[in-house]
C-alpha cells in the first residue's frame, strides 16, 4: 500500500490530523550522526517562559497529565517506542468530549468543524525526545498520536489518544489537588528563526546554522500543515525519505527529530532544536483538502545544509 493510498484512505476516515507518515523511520539509527533535542540554549537573551510537561508515548499510549494550566507550555515528547509517536494536539470546542471525538472519529467523514490543530511535538526517533512549546488556552483537548503502523491502522484507531483538560491558571491554584505535572518552568530565548508554512512549502526567515535554536514554525496557508525535522544520512534526500516511507527497505535515509505536528491556518508553535552541521529535510505528510495526498506530493519538502 503507497504511502497515498494509506493517506487518502486515513483522510477519507475522517483523520484529518494523520501527520508523519515518516513512520517507519521508526527503526532508524544512524548512529555517529547524533541529533541532541532539548537541550537547553545557552544564550543569556531569556524572554520566553514556559510551563514544562512531559509527555510520554509508547505502543500504543501517551502518558501525560489529566490536567494542565493555561499558558504558554513546553511540551517534551519522550518517544519510548519501539514505534514512532508524535503527539498531535486537538482542542475541542465548548461543549464537545473526547466520547464526541471518539464517536466522530469511528464515523469517519470530514473532520469536525469543531475539532481544531493547536500542533504538538512532532516524531523523534524511538529512545529520544522532541521539544516544542504550544499555547494553551483553556478547553478540552485530545493528544493524538495518526502514524499507523506496519499493518496500516493509524495508531489513534489503536486507541494511542489522551484527554487533556487545560484550566485557567488563576483556577488551579483554588482547585485542590490539580495534577498538572507540570511544576517546572522552562526559559528558552527568543525564537531566533521564524519558518512560514504555505501550501505547499517551508519559508525560513534566515538559515538554520548549527547549535541550539528555537524555531518559530507559523502556517500562513489555507491547509492544516506539519513541519517534520528529519537529519538525512550521507547522500540522502527528502525523495529519499519520502520513497522509504512507501516503502521501508534498507536502511532509513535519515532519523527524526521532531519538529510540530498539524496546525490550522493561523497558528504558530516554537520548535526547540539543537542541529549538527549536515544535511535535513522539512517533510508535510498531512493530507491535502483537494486530492487527499500528503503534501510532499505537493511538493511540501525541502532539503537545507546546516552549517
Ligand atoms: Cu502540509
Known sequence: MSTTSRHSGRARRGLPLAAAAAVVLAAVTLGAAAV????????????????????????????????LLAGRTEVRLVNEGPELHHAAIVRLDDGKTPADFVRAMQAGGPPPTWMHEVGGPNAPAPGRTSTTIV??????????????SPDGKPHVMKGMMKAVTVVPASA???????????????????????????????????????GSHVV??????????????????????????????????????????????????????????????????????????????PH?????????TVK
Open 36 to 67: 541532541r533535542l532539548q537541550a537547553v540554549p545557552t544564550s543569556v537573551e531569556a524572554v520566553g517562559t514556559a510551563r514544562v510537561v512531559t509527555v510520554t508515548a509508547r505502543d500504543y499510549a501517551f502518558t501525560a497529565p489529566d490536567t
Open 135 to 148: 499555547d494553551l488556552e483553556p478547553g478540552t483537548y485530545m493528544f493524538l498520536c495518526f502514524i499507523p
Open 172 to 210: 488551579a491554584t483554588v482547585a485542590a489537588p490539580v495534577s498538572t505535572g507540570a511544576g517546572a518552568m522552562s526559559t528558552r530565548p527568543e525564537p531566533d528563526v521564524t519558518m512560514t508554512l504555505r501550501d505547499y512549502g517551508f519559508d525560513l526567515s534566515a538559515p538554520l546554522t548549527s
Open 216 to 293: 518559530r514554525v507559523r502556517n500562513e496557508a489555507a491547509q492544516g500543515h506539519e513541519v517534520l525535522f528529519v537529519r538525512l544520512a550521507p547522500g540522502k534526500t527528502p525523495q529519499d525519505v519520502v520513497a522509504w516511507v512507501e516503502k521501508p527497505a534498507g536502511p532509513p535515509p535519515g532519523m527524526p527529530l521532531g519538529g510540530t505536528v498539524g496546525m490550522a491556518r493561523g497558528v504558530s508553535n516554537d520548535v526547540v532544536l539543537e542541529l549538527e552541521p549536515g544535511e535535513y529535510g522539512l517533510l508535510c505528510f498531512l493530507p491535502d483538502a483537494g486530492d487527499g495526498k
Open 296 to 304: 510532499v506530493a505537493h511538493g511540501m519538502m525541502r532539503q537545507i
